[in-house]
């Protein structure tokens, strides 16, 4: 089944621990990207990936990194949460180039920073 | 910079139709969404269109785009409670769709 895949699903830490969220498609999309949604806020772009070794800053990176060493995974890694990072975090994928416009999400990871 | 404004909430009678409006601000937008989010999942495409058409139809659903006003509605017909979930207005100015901005999303709600 093609899917995006994240793991862990829930996760509630405490500030300043680092943590990683991976996330993994296999439909050999070039195209990754992380979304963080806040109530009334909608989806933020974090990072967005064309493709291996190629990632670039979206609207909200600060206090994010990412890496994309192969095709399918894209982890995002909060090197020192805090509070403010306490949100529902998406990864999505597509397949970029013309015609690659649909972008497909994973079911989300609801992060809590105490 | 670019942004897209929806309304928070809807609220319409089963069997009604429902129609949920979106604003956008880039003027060089190429490609609209519409994109449903259920309760605990990730987003989904509904629907989508292209900056060169006026309207869309897809079975109930029915995509209007006023280009000159950067307006774009979503209307579904014969609402049903299946329906209830959260609607995001999104777009890009490329084809690749690696850089989406998304509206703050409209719950619809579905009342007997």
């Known amino acids: 089944e093609a899917q995006v895949t994240q793991n862990p699903r829930y996760l509630i830490t405490v500030t300043g621990k680092k943590l990683t969220v991976t996330c993994s498609q296999n439909?050999?999309?070039?195209?990754m990207s992380w979304y963080r949604q806040d109530p009334g806020l909608g989806l933020r772009q974090i990072y967005y990936s064309m493709n291996v070794e190629v990632t670039d800053k979206g609207d909200v990176p600060e206090g994010y990194k990412v890496s994309r060493k192969e095709k399918r995974n894209f982890p995002l890694i909060l090197e020192s949460p805090s509070p403010n990072q306490t949100s529902l975090y998406f990864c999505?994928?597509?397949?970029?180039?013309?015609?690659?416009?649909?972008?497909?999400f994973g079911p989300g990871t609801r992060l809590t920073v105490t | 910079g670019e942004d897209v404004e929806q309304s928070l909430f809807l609220s319409v009678r089963e069997g009604d139709s429902s129609v949920i409006n979106c604003t956008y601000t880039d003027s060089s937008s190429t490609y609209l969404y519409w994109y449903k989010q259920e309760p605990g999942a990730g987003l989904q495409l509904l629907t989508y269109?292209?900056?060169?058409?006026d309207m869309k139809q897809d079975q109930r659903l029915t995509v209007l785009l006023n280009k000159k006003d950067k307006h774009l509605s979503l209307r579904i017909a014969d609402t049903q409670t299946g329906d209830s979930a959260i609607y995001f207005c999104?777009?890009?100015?490329?084809?690749?769709?690696?850089?989406?901005?998304f509206g703050s999303g409209t719950r619809l709600s579905i009342r007997p």
């Open positions: 999505a994928s597509s397949l970029g180039g013309t015609g690659g416009y649909e972008q497909y």
């Open positions: 439909m050999n999309h070039e195209y």
């Open positions: 999104a777009e890009s100015t490329d084809s690749s769709a690696s850089k989406i901005i």
């Open positions: 269109i292209f900056s060169n058409m």
